[in-house]
């Protein structure tokens, strides 16, 4: 038997099989094809030559959901609200998050105001029904969508968090009545949290990428079918975990996201099979970079993500793994701009035309140009040699567009430029850190750091210093971790639901069936698709002081007590801001429950064929630049030489295809059994500088 | 290494390590901002964002402030705040562990629910000189006065009917509690767990913004990051001299007005500014608005006439800039004593910010010729509260639900206005969700959507205003304040005006009730509100728009087909 994962990245269409009897690992890469994206995949499993027909499973990440939204590439889309409600989805929250652009402008909504019908129905502010939806009225309703020739239908009723019985009910009608094909969906089958606008912007969504996700699928499905494939199919879910093909084909907005949670997921594998408690994982590519956190296996997830970002864009209420992004990458070009300030991102050269070195026609220095510059990448190497860098252009661009400007006259001020600007980016990068860090109330040194994506090895052990994080690992394959990671994901599915409750005893009895309807529904869908392996719950609830409209998530453990939810509560609230209050009430307002079944996966321990303990890797020197020691010889490793068991001190660079790992002169680092790298940060410049 | 700067940097700071303090320096508010939305009581700082958080030097002068919280705080209340302080206690008063707070009308000119919050930073680990100071200004929910929420009153007539006042007080002195500080807050206020909940989370900010400012100079040096702030503010200040010098010179002029003060009903409020720009400066002259009003639309120099020029100077200059001190050096302000936008220290102020936006507006449309492809046609301009209050029959606690209008936006030389949104002088400020609404207060919403042909017609079309109604579920009471109505937001160019926003009550037999500006509205259960939101004027005559465009609007429903007819000559 054999398992597969495919990433369809921006850039790469990344590969990872595995083959229990061979004990190791496939990895391809291959340029995503933008023409038809099946082909970049059918191109990496012929690269790999995986026997399709031998597969138990094909484990599929896309960039298909957020490039349909972000493209409007989506079916002609109609939404149906209460009577009085129909403009919810373009009035929004009314704020302008740029203060002073007086010609700030929203994305214009999925669903244009003549495709949003309205439908008399009403539940009141408890949930208790007011006016109940009429068939003929419905009827009615069909004949305009079909006459608009909508394909795909999102329904929203005001308060139907509370209850969603009209919104069953229209739904059923609509299936009904409408032709096969068209997409119908209901905003509190994707969420039962409050606040309108959102649910409806996430019934929309939904709504707007559902035909196109189903047609992508089915073609999918049916070349592997016909390529012999007899095993299942599942999409990378958003908030860790995969979906089965038949979740996906109702829910398509639960893989908004896709490509960063892969590399989490592999994170927290290894990550548990190393004992780490706390692991940042920390994902740079060619345009940002990207953190998350890992603790005891588990994701913190946000409960709303911006599609198009938050100045613009719009909220989709699905929970998605809570991924802090920044520009800073190493196509992330740098300028100096009218008031002489240095900047560097979140404007990117991205791989075309690419950083001044690539020789593509780039004008502007990037931080690749940076690396380069200081020694830290071969330009005889990039790539496997499969790209030549050139030097001599970097350093004339940074010369020319960067020093002059700034004002440095001398010869060798590209140095103290190229370093400048590999620090602003640090600066960039730490900034991400401390967000998924210390607005969770958490300290990054308790944390490790783990590198992984293009740039990631490049930059961590430098941002680890600036953040006291003692130890940076690198895993084995980073340029392709992400497509790793969900080879070896679980399933994961999760459900929410708006309680808006005092916290008293009163309440228990409500929490617990409400958290055991949950589950019971998790269960059903789990089994109804047939991947209920082992299945292990877990509940959390989002609390507040009355009064306030934030809510913390707070990990629910057992619903007997008042006063142990409330100090649990407490704990987690005085850890994020510093200060908790032991007086006033409570309230519960979301409850929370995850589902997880265990998928067969490779055993991680025996992925990597290390070369025999003992042996003496070979390695050559260069001249690197280190901020505080200035110019010095540095040992240059290939990776794939250094056995189990290695170790090695600063300074060092241990090279491998598609990625470079920096380790400074006060550092010393490790080769894992798993094949990673471990560096301990050292610390004599800390104690230098104090 | 030589460094000759390009750039008239007179301090002598490393460009690279600038760009790494002003990093660091830049992420303390906005760290701390983060905190404080998710630490508040209330939605007037969580959803509506009336804050500012701001790290000040010695002086009070501004150092950095993001760009979360609304633009009615960036003049000068965080700097005049820490001014009046040093004023009272010197400089060797203020002690390490000390913190602050005012509302004093007389220095800020705003309403009294805006109190400011600061704690000194002291320098080399705290034990050296002042070097600056970590300010927190946020609006709390209720400081007394006749009407619940303080600042409700459209009717007060001086400004000890809306509330207390607090007039430099230390509410921590060397790290410790004063008691009886806390014992004046409590009993002052008609919320007090709200409120007192509100200033913990303002409270903690400002510590942990000094501990952030303290560890930033313990890093990276006093002498290099203060070097650093000089440099920061020079380059600021470059780039507002430079937009500046791009503008034509000249005097412009513009005038508008407001509907009356709400004591004085129908007695109308001029606003003539004139703008002067001449080579790398530019001057805002209020010389020429109206007087101290009777009624509580009144600011102060600072929170009002220097607040408003600040406003339209940095949409005009620098809208994508960070704040701080050097943003503003190139604009002198005219302000004479005693106008409604720099009012005397009694001077009813309650509703000082609803005259804000057509201000700032007033100025920008004086540069509507200067510098035409920036300027947009007026927008709906009108605050449109509308706060409920009573006894909430399911909870039998006190209730007071404020939300503010929705309108439409201008248009611009090339393209139709924007909205629904909240007004110029609003940033980030989140509308309440319905769902919000009927689960808190007796109140339920009828109808939430575009009020067809409310936008002013043009070549391009502003923005589209709204209808909100809502039925009213238990007796209670209803504060609303409209503007704009007698000088609606005017179109440019040949453009129309938008239709203005208004308020009606429809009470079971009786005719509706139309008002503008009201305390104290009695409400019964069946009563219904309707909330009519203005739209933005238009750009250009409508004779020349785009036949589709029209099209377009009457398919979509913005535009009657008889508008259409009306306006834009379409025949159908």
């Excluded at chain 1, 009827?139 to 209850?163: D, P, T």
């Excluded at chain 1, 602003?424 to 990068?429: A, L, N, S």
């Excluded at chain 2, 070549?459 to 809502?470: A, E, F, M, P, Q």
């Amino acid at each position: 038997m054999f398992m597969l994962a495919v990433d369809t990245g921006g850039t790469f269409t990344d590969l990872a099989g595995y083959a229990p009897d061979e004990g190791q690992i496939r990895f391809t890469k291959s340029l995503t094809t933008y023409g038809d994206l099946i082909d970049g995949i059918q191109d990496c499993i012929h690269k790999a030559d995986i026997p399709v027909d031998e597969l138990e499973f094909f484990k599929h990440g896309t960039t298909l959901v957020i490039n349909t939204l972000i493209e409007r590439t989506g079916a002609r889309t109609a939404l149906v609200t209460t009577r009085g409600f129909r403009d919810v989805l373009e009035i929004g929250r009314g704020n302008r998050p740029n203060p002073f652009d007086l010609f700030y402008r929203r994305d214009p909504p999925l669903v244009q105001r003549s495709l949003r019908f309205e439908v008399t129905e009403r539940m009141d502010g408890r949930g208790d029904p007011v006016i109940a939806p009429d068939r003929a009225e419905v009827v009615a309703l069909a004949e305009q969508l079909s006459a608009a020739k909508v394909k795909a239908v999102g329904i929203s009723f005001i308060n139907a968090y509370l209850s969603p019985a009209h919104e069953e009910r229209v739904a059923d009608w609509l299936r009904d009545l409408l032709p096969a094909d068209v997409f119908v969906t209901r905003a509190t089958a994707l969420s039962r949290e409050w606040y309108e606008y959102e649910r409806a912007a996430t019934a929309a969504a939904n709504a707007y990428v559902g035909p196109r996700v189903r047609g992508y699928l089915s073609r999918i499905e049916q070349q592997l079918k016909n390529d012999g494939f007899a095993g299942r199919i599942f999409m990378m879910g958003s908030m860790g975990g995969v979906l089965s093909l038949e979740r996906t084909l109702v829910e398509p907005i639960q893989i908004v996201e896709s490509g960063p949670i892969g590399g989490c997921i592999g994170a927290a594998a290894y990550a548990e099979a190393m004992g780490l408690k706390n692991v940042i994982a920390f994902d740079t590519g060619g345009t940002t970079a990207k953190c998350a956190l890992v603790q005891n296996g588990h994701f913190a997830v946000d409960p709303v993500y911006y599609v198009g970002g938050y100045d613009r864009g719009f909220p989709i209420k699905a929970a998605v793994l809570a991924v802090v992004e920044v520009g800073a990458g190493g196509g992330s070009i740098a300028s100096v701009d009218e008031q002489g300030r240095l900047s560097v991102g979140p404007r990117s050269a991205g791989s075309d035309p690419g950083p001044v070195a690539y020789g593509r026609g780039g004008t502007e220095p990037t931080v690749t140009d940076a690396n380069l510059l200081l020694g830290r990448l071969d330009p005889a190497k990039f790539h496997g040699g499969e790209l030549k860098l050139d030097v001599e252009g970097a350093r004339q661009a940074v010369v020319k567009r960067l020093s002059a400007p700034l004002g440095y006259s001398d010869e060798d001020s590209f140095v103290r430029v190229a370093h400048g600007i590999l620090a602003i980016t640090q600066v960039t990068m730490a900034k991400a850190i401390r967000r998924i860090t210390l607005e969770r109330g958490q300290d990054p040194r308790d944390f490790v750091l783990f590198a992984y994506g293009g740039g990631g090895p490049l930059h961590a052990v430098d941002l680890a210093r600036e953040m006291h994080i003692p130890t940076v690992l690198i895993p084995p394959e980073p340029g392709v971790f992400s497509a790793l990671g969900m080879l070896l994901s679980d399933i994961r599915v999760q459900d929410s639901v708006t309680l808006l409750q005092p916290l008293n005893e009163a309440v228990l009895p409500g929490m617990e069936q409400a958290y055991q309807t949950m589950e019971a529904a998790l269960r059903r869908t789990l089994e109804s698709d047939g991947t209920a392996h082992d299945v292990v719950f877990s509940r959390s609830a989002e609390m507040r002081y009355r009064g306030q409209v934030h809510a913390v998530e707070t990990p629910i453990a057992d619903i007997k007590d008042v006063k142990a939810l409330r100090r649990q509560f407490e704990e987690v609230y005085r850890a994020r801001y510093g200060h908790a209050d032991s007086v006033n009430p409570v309230d519960v307002v979301t409850l929370r429950a995850a589902a997880h079944s265990r998928m067969s996966r490779p055993d991680i321990t025996r992925l990597m064929q290390l070369p025999e303990p003992g042996s003496q890797p070979a390695f050559h020197e260069r001249n690197v630049y280190f901020a505080e020691a200035g110019h010095r010889p540095t040992k240059v490793y290939q990776r794939e030489t250094l056995p189990a068991g290695f170790s090695g001190e600063g300074p060092a660079l241990i090279e491998e295809y598609g990625s470079t790992t920096l380790i400074g002169p006060a550092d010393r680092f490790t080769v894992g059994s798993l094949g990673e790298i471990r560096v301990s940060i050292g610390v004599e410049d800390r104690q230098a500088r104090s | 290494m030589t460094v000759v700067p390009k750039f008239p940097v007179a301090i002598e700071v490393d460009p690279i390590a600038l760009e790494i303090i002003r990093h660091g320096l830049q992420s303390i508010p906005e760290e701390i901002e983060v905190d404080l939305t998710r630490t508040a009581y209330s939605p007037l700082i969580y959803e509506y964002k009336d804050y500012a958080v701001g790290l000040v030097d010695a002086e009070g002068r501004l150092i950095a402030m993001p760009r979360g919280g609304i633009p009615l705080f960036l003049a000068n209340v965080l700097e005049y705040a820490v001014k009046d302080g040093l004023r009272y206690y010197g400089r060797e008063g203020l002690e390490p562990g000390d913190v602050v707070l005012t509302n004093d009308p007389a220095t800020l000119g705003q309403h009294l629910n805006n109190v400011v919050m600061y704690t000194p930073v002291f320098g080399l680990g705290g034990s050296g000189d002042i070097v600056g100071f970590m300010t927190i200004i946020a609006h709390w929910t209720d400081v007394g006065g006749r009407y619940i929420g303080s600042s409700a009153s459209t009717d007060s007539t001086d400004i000890f009917q809306e509330g207390v006042q607090f007039p430099t007080l230390k509410l921590r002195r060397r790290g410790e509690p004063v008691p009886e500080v806390y014992r004046l807050l409590q009993a002052n206020t008609r919320f007090p767990e709200q409120t007192l909940g509100d200033m913990e989370a303002q409270l903690s900010g400002c510590l942990k913004g000094r501990a952030l400012f303290e560890a930033m100079i313990v890093k990276h040096g006093q002498e290099q990051v203060l070097a650093a702030i000089q440099a920061m503010w020079q380059q600021s200040e470059a780039g507002a001299v430079a937009a500046v010098h791009a503008i034509p010179d000249g005097t412009y002029v513009a005038e508008s007005f407001l509907d009356d003060d709400g004591v004085e009903v129908g007695k109308r409020i001029p606003i003539r500014i004139s703008v002067t720009v001449q080579g790398e400066r530019m001057t805002i002259d209020f010389s020429e608005v109206a007087g101290q009003l009777k009624g509580p639309f009144n600011s102060g120099a600072q929170g009002g006439g220097v607040t408003a020029a600040r406003i339209a100077f940095k949409y005009l200059t620098s809208p994508s800039d960070p704040t701080n001190d050097g943003s503003f050096r190139p604009l002198d302000v005219i302000l004479p004593d005693g106008k409604f936008l720099s009012a005397g220290p009694r001077a009813p102020l309650a509703r000082y910010s609803a005259p804000l936006a057509s201000v700032v507006e007033t100025i920008l449309r004086a540069m509507a010729d200067a510098v035409p492809e920036r300027i947009a046609a007026g927008h709906h301009a009108s605050f449109g509260s509308h706060r409920f209050h009573g006894h909430n029959p399911r909870t039998g606690a006190l209730f007071s639900h404020l939300d503010t209008a929705l309108g439409g936006w201008g248009a611009g030389r090339d393209r139709d206005g924007s909205g629904p949104l909240k007004t110029m002088t609003h940033g980030d400020t989140l509308d309440v969700p319905v769902e919000a609404q009927e689960a808190m207060y007796p109140l339920t919403v009828e109808a939430y959507g575009f009020r067809q042909d409310s936008a002013g017609a043009g070549t391009y079309r502003g923005g589209t205003g709204l209808i909100k109604v809502y039925h009213v579920d238990a007796s209670c009471n209803l504060a609303v304040t409209f503007e704009r109505f007698f000088c609606p937001p005017w179109g440019l160019h040949g453009g129309s005006d938008g239709a203005p926003g208004y308020v009606e009550i429809e009470r079971p037999g009786q005719p509706r009730q139309w008002v503008l500006k009201a305390s104290d509205i009695h409400l019964e259960r069946g009563d219904r509100v309707f909330i009519y939101t203005g739209g933005g004027g238009g750009y250009g005559p409508p004779s020349a728009r785009d036949q589709a465009l029209i099209a377009r609007d009457i398919a979509e429903g913005y535009v009657s087909e008889q508008a259409a007819a009306d306006v834009y000559g379409r025949r159908s």
